[in-house]
């Protein structure tokens, strides 16, 4: 599959069939993930695979701290069809972010953080398009940043989680999404 076709075919997948993801395509998706551009060759990015009853574990943690924060962005309808997607996807994969040592980089500090976060974000759009074009469909989920504390404790690591996402054989085929024109969203200069 072409780049581009890709970036047109991707769609976030809600419903997933039960069908395990063998390793080796869970691999290569993560390889592509990691070819992303990072300043510095920084590769701020760390990943943890959940699969199995790990995964099931950490919906129901995920469940009980937004339960605890229901005042979020999210809609609780929404919060619902994102846990059932993570309860449905045989492979839930958890993004996080390294905490870098202020002393290892130029000192700029919330800069570099923020260049980390950017490289994350090429990360995950790098893994998203991957997982298309090997078949499978995904779910970029923000929503575990909304239970805080819960799933903090649960996963107890000192890097920072930014993201998760949800990895499986679509059971589902979403229409594309509508775009707002490229004129109300480019300027030219020149």
């Not at 991707?10 to 290569?28: A, E, K, L, Q």
């Not at 701290?65 to 492979?91: I, Q």
């Not at 679509?170 to 707002?180: D, G, H, K, Q």
Request: glycine content about 6%; overall charge neutral; proline content about 7%.
């Amino acid at each position: 599959m072409e780049t581009l076709e890709a970036i047109r075919a991707r769609r976030s997948i809600r419903r997933f069939r039960s069908d395990p993801v063998p390793r080796d395509v869970i691999n290569r998706v993560l390889e592509a993930a990691c070819m992303a551009p990072s300043p510095k060759n920084t590769q701020p990015w760390r990943f943890l695979v959940l699969e199995g009853s790990k995964r099931l574990e950490l919906v129901t943690v995920m469940r009980h701290g937004l339960r605890e924060r229901l005042a979020t962005r999210s809609s609780p309808h929404d919060l619902e069809n994102t846990l059932r997607a993570m309860e449905e996807a045989p492979v839930v994969l958890l993004v996080f972010m390294e905490e870098a040592e202020p002393s290892s980089r130029n000192g700029l500090g919330e800069q570099d953080r923020v260049a980390d976060i950017q490289s994350i974000g090429a990360c995950i759009q790098n893994l998203l398009l991957a997982a298309v074009n090997l078949g499978l469909g995904t779910l970029w989920i923000c929503d575990v940043l909304d239970a805080g504390d819960a799933m903090q404790r649960f996963l107890n690591r000192p890097d920072q989680l930014v993201a998760a996402v949800a990895l499986g054989y679509a059971a589902e085929s979403p229409p594309e999404r509508p775009r707002r024109p490229l004129a109300q969203s480019v300027n030219w200069a020149g």
